[in-house]
């Protein structure tokens, strides 16, 4: 991992916020411990993959974000953003209970920061580091995309 993406990957994790969000987001880089993802994805697939994220150290997936010509990412938001209590509803069934992971949601004004952001939403899902839980396996499964009993890595 390059050091300068590392340290704007650091930054977002211990604080969130919505100019080091722009600065990660324009780093164009996905890795193990980043995903960006256009639109929401199937509950199972997102629980695979903080699953995944989970048994390497932590993560973070953005959401909102869609990969465009040459590797280059675009902020192109989402209608639809959720609380902890809501996103783990939709993935509880596919991991264990002792599972560490946040959310944030970000919601640009229509106003106030670069024309590419301006009036739109973001989701950042970020999974802690839970050594003390390793390895995190999958409960439940759902047809080919996530096997319970199945410990998944990235």
């Given amino acids: 991992m390059h050091s300068i993406y590392r340290e704007k990957f650091a930054a977002v994790l211990e604080n969130a916020h919505r100019e080091n ?7 164009n880089m996905e890795d193990n411990n980043l995903d960006f993802k256009e639109t929401w994805i199937k509950n199972a697939e997102l629980a695979k993959i903080m699953l995944g994220m989970g048994n390497i150290g932590g993560g973070l997936i953005i959401i909102g974000v869609k990969e465009v010509e040459n590797n280059r990412m675009e902020p192109i938001g989402l209608e639809t953003t959720y609380d902890r209590s809501q996103l783990y509803n939709k993935v509880e069934k596919f991991i264990p209970s002792s599972f560490d992971f946040h959310t944030i949601a970000f919601e640009y004004p229509e106003k106030g920061y670069e024309e590419r952001v301006n009036g739109k939403s973001f989701q950042l899902i970020k999974i802690e580091k839970q050594d003390e839980n390793l390895p995190l396996v999958a409960t439940s499964s759902s047809g ?9 890595i990235r």
């Fill in 21 to 27: 969000f722009l600065d990660l987001v324009d780093e």
């Fill in 144 to 152: 080919n995309t996530i096997i319970a009993g199945h410990i998944y």
